[in-house]
């Protein structure tokens, strides 16, 4: 497996569920960020890792908890979530600090999530 | 806050053909990037381009090109040579420097649907 990966690539669940969303790097990076992405409006960052802690919650609702066990993955844990939250989400993983001044972030796939 | 502003919701070019996307930045920074990354059908974004604000030269990638105008905070991409695979949603994004401790935020815009007419 090479650059970032995500499973599940699509999920269906109900408001009442719980399920977990799954992102790895492979590129040796320190960073790592969740995303999420609605029709007709811009990437919203929701959190951000930064060598395994969490430097930025994004006014997030706490029905969505991200884990970072280390630095290679990122999980998103979802339970009660609204169909509202039905959107793509997407993880990037970046390199920063010294000698890394450019923060270019890459991405995976996304799941797409469906909450009925 | 910085915030990135993208016009064009949608945007359609022939194959062969140039076409020029748009964008404008509102930030109190000195000393940022910005970026392109496009977003083909099948979901995987990728850069496309990149610009330092320090550097007064035009970031080119092959096709593609910036116009950027630091005074106006503005920051266009123009795509020559358009080809089928172009087609894709393409966002500007914008990210303070990320040396040292910052974390390297990206705030991206709304997005432009970008079609290849054959």
């Known amino acids: 497996e090479t650059g970032v990966t995500q499973t599940p690539r699509h999920l269906v669940m109900g408001m009442t569920n719980k399920k977990s969303l799954k992102c790895e790097q492979h590129?040796?990076?320190?960073?790592m960020y969740w995303y999420k992405q609605s029709a007709k409006k811009p990437l919203e960052l929701m959190f951000v890792?930064?060598?395994?802690?969490?430097?930025e919650n994004n006014s997030v609702p706490s029905r969505f908890s991200p884990e970072c066990p280390n630095s290679s993955h990122l999980f998103l844990h979802l339970h009660t979530l609204q169909p509202e939250d039905s959107a793509l989400y997407l993880c990037a993983s970046s390199q920063i600090g010294s000698g890394s001044s450019y923060n270019e972030q890459f991405f995976g796939p996304g799941t797409r999530l469906t909450v009925l | 806050a910085q915030t990135v502003t993208q016009s064009q919701p949608e945007m359609s070019v022939q194959e062969a053909e140039t076409v020029t996307l748009s964008c404008t930045y509102d930030?109190?920074?000195?000393?940022?990037?910005l970026f392109w990354y496009k977003q083909p059908p099948s979901r995987q974004m990728i850069l496309v381009i990149r610009q330092e604000a320090y550097k007064q030269q035009n970031a080119t990638e092959n096709r593609f090109s910036v116009n950027f105008q630091k005074a106006a905070k503005s920051f266009s991409l123009k795509i020559s040579d358009s080809q089928l695979g172009d087609a894709a949603m393409y966002f500007c994004?914008?990210?303070?420097?990320?040396?040292?401790?910052?974390?390297?935020?990206?705030?991206f815009g709304q997005g432009t649907i970008l079609t290849v007419h054959p």
């Open positions: 930030t109190s920074e000195s000393d940022y990037y």
């Open positions: 590129l040796g990076h320190n960073a």
């Open positions: 994004a914008y990210s303070r420097n990320a040396g040292g401790t910052s974390y390297g935020k990206l705030t």
């Open positions: 890792y930064n060598f395994k802690e969490q430097t």
